[in-house]
């Protein structure tokens, strides 16, 4: 079983900042491939970044602003999430999972979720 705690959330103007930590317990986190996703009100959860062993992937929207990365030491993944923009408003989800999959249902394990909410 994994814990994952998301935190780091909040409200930032357009062309801001944001970092992301997604604190996991009970089993390392380097064990599983982690996956960030996110879900606006009225939409479907959406794939936003996956980090597998050294491997990343990234959404088109997202791609060249968002960087994942993992603390193995910490047990903890973060999404760096620069230039934001308002349609990045959203809660922010982290999964755990065999696969570094843009499909949610292939993940294991689920944070809470952080809200993110961009202001122009």
């Known amino acids: 079983q994994v814990q994952l705690v998301e935190s780091g959330g909040g409200l930032v103007q357009a062309g801001g900042s944001l970092r992301l930590s997604c604190a996991a317990s009970g089993r390392t986190v380097s064990g599983y491939n982690m996956g960030w996703f996110r879900q606006a009100p009225g939409k479907e959860r959406e794939f936003v970044a996956a980090l597998s062993g050294g491997i990343t992937y990234y959404a088109d929207s997202v791609k060249g602003r968002f960087t994942v990365s993992r603390d193995n030491a910490k047990n903890t993944v973060y999404l760096q999430m620069n230039s934001l923009k308002p349609e990045d408003t959203a809660l922010y989800y982290c999964?755990?999972?065999?696969?570094?999959?843009?499909?949610?249902?292939?993940?294991?394990?689920w944070g809470q979720g952080t809200q993110v909410t961009v202001s122009s």
């Open positions: 999964a755990a999972g065999p696969f570094a999959a843009v499909t949610s249902s292939l993940y294991y394990y």
